[in-house]
T-cell receptor, first 113, second 113 residues
Framework: ETGVTQSPTHLIKTRGQQVTLRCSSQ?????VSWYQQALGQGPQFIFQ???????GRGNFPPRFSGLQFPNYSSELNVNALELDDSALYLC????????????FGQGTRLTVV | AQSVTQLDSHVSVSEGTPVLLRCNYS??????LFWYVQHPNKGLQLLLK??????LVKGINGFEAEFKKSETSFHLTKPSAHMSDAAEYFC???????????FGAGTRLTVKP
């Protein structure tokens, strides 16, 4: 186990709704990254948060937004859900610095119907 | 921009025989390279990482990988496959600080008894 916890583990939402996914980082880590993994594909970078600010973003629309809290935990919010948003959402925790590794949570499986 | 290409979507080996999972990378600068493993319904686990130190990197569970700059490759090997090695393997490249880790499409390893 990595010490990175995500909630909920599974979620079913209706198209057009909004969803919030949560991630608790590993103790001692100050950076959280979010990834989307569609079925049969590799994870794709959504964004990273460091010191409560966005520190890099992948090719995702603005309806994907996030937060990082003073305790370094994080939320991923997705508005106006689309069917293609159905995926496994992974959170990765790391310490900002050279040559540090990222530890992943188990993921949240989001299904949009 | 950096990227990785995993040359095989599926590799099948017999238990006790060698494993070779191939990965080529593209990067404008000196990259950090990783191999992650994902077992069904589980998060991603780091197998090993290359960060410009030794070119032959040893990881967990008997896996190792060799960084070859001239061939832009970072192939993953294991001398003898075990049934428990059956999983999805991802090659990953990043430039620094685990920001925007680029995953390959994955290689599914099947181990036959």
């Amino acid at each position: 186990e990595t010490g990175v916890t995500q909630s909920p583990t599974h979620l079913i939402k209706t198209r057009g709704q909004q969803v919030t996914l949560r991630c608790s980082s590993q103790s001692g880590h100050n950076t959280v990254s979010w990834y989307q993994q569609a079925l049969g594909q590799g994870p794709q970078f959504i964004f990273q948060y460091y010191r409560e600010e966005e520190n890099g973003r992948g090719n995702f629309p603005p309806r994907f937004s996030g937060l990082q809290f003073p305790n370094y935990s994080s939320e991923l919010n997705v508005n106006a859900l689309e069917l293609d948003d159905s995926a496994l959402y992974l959170c990765a925790s790391s310490y900002q610095g050279l040559n540090t590794e990222a530890f992943f949570g188990q993921g949240t499986r989001l299904t949009v119907v | 921009a950096q990227s990785v290409t995993q040359l095989d979507s599926h590799v099948s080996v017999s238990e006790g025989t060698p494993v070779l999972l191939r990965c080529n990378y593209s990067s404008s600068y000196s990259p950090s390279l990783f191999w992650y493993v994902q077992h069904p319904n589980k998060g991603l686990q780091l197998l090993l990482k290359y960060t410009s130190a030794a070119t032959l990197v040893k990881g967990i569970n008997g896996f190792e990988a060799e960084f070859k700059k001239s061939e832009t490759s970072f192939h993953l090997t294991k001398p003898s496959a075990h049934m428990s090695d059956a999983a999805e393997y991802f090659c990953v490249v990043t430039l620094y600080n685990n920001n925007d880790m680029r995953f390959g499409a994955g290689t599914r390893l099947t181990v036959k008894p």
